[in-house]
């Protein structure tokens, strides 16, 4: 993904209306005087959405948080070896794309996450110098005032 | 040959590494002074593992960062559905990550269930986004009326597992924008009190790669040799990369160990 550059403002200004939308959220749904969960607290998180694209993103990653828990709690029931259970979910995830896959191609793709999975090494330490670049920058703006 | 797609060195290493940065933010003194004063988190990171209450506070943070990523303008709109996903998938990582290290501090959870704990996530969060690759895939299939193939699956896998390192470091910051002094003090004393060991096991874990990798080496040699003419080259070759290989890791591993130590003026 090609880097969107953020001035030091704009980093601000996306920190602070996360919060305060965040904040808004929070008194709307769970703190509000007839608490939402569950189902209608997702169909009121999709319904302050403002586009088709931005609500369609919005449910693509709730589905996406739903089968990590649905999955993690499957794998605390059943007692088994992590590396057992993370290789055979993601053969099954696989034939469920294509029922033909062979161990080969489950193989590709589990080569393929692994191959991303490498780079966090590299992305952990190019984040490090990115968190302290902002926090130098911070830094320099705390002293300056 | 079963190979280990879980627990490799380098994949140690970078657990190890992202601790290192999550560390680092906790450190952060300049930021000490929340400008969220809202202790609603509190919850979250009280809230037991794997309960729908933390189901339900991770789904408003996810469309808490979705909106503020569509509400802005200097966001290339293009750009903004990977953008935002992105963030959500980097803003649960540092939540989850930082529970952790709560629980370690405040609940006495044991380093080792942690680590253990840190492991399952990654797992998890890697089946979770297969998992929706391929259901995208499938609707996109079908839409286009064509059946998206696993040749398909890998090229769609390639962007969404990580997050580029500028990301890490604009999540991070908005991550500890958000957290209360109720949550931020406990955890900062104790990571002042553990950095050091931190330090100490990823130059170990680094150590243990740099020596694996000579190894790996050396084993090569005999088969080259085997090989015959050209062979000598060859080894020298990969003598050079096992040799890069480690300086690189040491090097990182020193400069990371430190800009922290640096930090807290150790």
Redesign the interface.
């Known amino acids: ?4 550059e ?1 001035t030091d403002e ?2 601000k ?7 305060k ?3 808004e ?2 008194k709307k ?3 509000s005087e007839k608490p939402l ?2 189902k209608k ?2 169909d009121f ?2 319904s ?4 088709e ?2 609500r ?3 449910q ?10 649905i ?3 499957e ?2 029931q059943s007692g088994r070896n ?2 057992e ?3 055979e ?2 053969a099954m ?2 034939k ?3 029922p033909n ?1 062979t161990a080969n ?1 489950i ?8 191959m ?6 590299e ?13 130098n920058a ?2 320099r703006k ?1 002293a300056a005032e | 040959m079963k190979k280990n797609y879980l627990l490799s060195e380098r994949e140690g290493l970078a657990l190890a590494m992202e601790q290192l940065l999550h560390y680092n933010v906790w450190s952060a003194t300049s930021l000490n002074k929340s400008d969220f004063e809202d202790e609603s988190l509190l919850k979250y990171f009280e809230a037991d593992f794997g309960s729908p209450e933390e189901h339900e506070y991770e789904n408003i943070i996810c469309a808490a960062v979705n909106r503020t990523v569509y509400s802005k303008n200097y966001i290339p709109h293009a750009k903004k559905k990977e953008f935002s996903k992105k963030c959500q998938r980097q803003h649960l990582d540092n939540l989850r990550m930082a529970k952790l290290t709560y629980c370690e501090a405040v609940k006495g959870m044991s380093r080792r269930e942690a680590q253990a704990r840190l492991k399952e996530n990654k797992m998890a969060k890697r089946i979770s986004i297969v998992d929706g690759t391929i259901k995208w895939g499938i609707r996109k299939g079908a839409k286009l009326g064509v059946a998206a193939g696993v040749s398909g699956l890998i090229t769609a896998l390639a962007p969404p597992i990580t997050a580029p390192a500028w990301v890490i470091g604009l999540m991070t910051y908005t991550t500890i924008s958000i957290l209360p002094d109720k949550i931020k003090k406990p955890v900062r004393k104790f990571v002042s009190q553990t950095v050091d060991k931190v330090v100490i096991t990823a130059k170990n874990i680094a150590d243990d790669l740099a020596k694996r990798a000579v190894g790996v080496a050396q084993k090569a040699v005999t088969t080259i040799e085997k090989i015959g003419p050209g062979a000598k080259q060859l080894w020298e070759d990969t003598k050079v990369v096992a040799l890069q290989g480690w300086q690189t890791t040491k090097g990182v591993v020193k400069q990371i160990g430190s800009k922290v130590k640096n930090f807290f003026g150790l």
């Open positions: 993904m090609k880097k969107i953020f704009q980093r200004d996306f920190a602070s209306s996360l919060i939308t965040l904040l959220f929070f749904t769970i703190h969960h569950g607290l997702n998180l999709l302050q959405t403002e586009s694209e931005e369609e993103t919005l693509e990653m709730f589905d996406e948080n739903e089968t990590y828990h999955k993690l709690n794998f605390k992590l590396d259970w993370y290789e979910e993601i995830s696989v469920q794309l294509d896959a191609d193989d590709k793709v589990k080569e393929a996450v692994a991303q999975a490498d780079d966090e090494t992305d952990a330490i190019r984040g490090l110098e990115s968190v302290s670049e902002i926090i911070n830094d705390v």
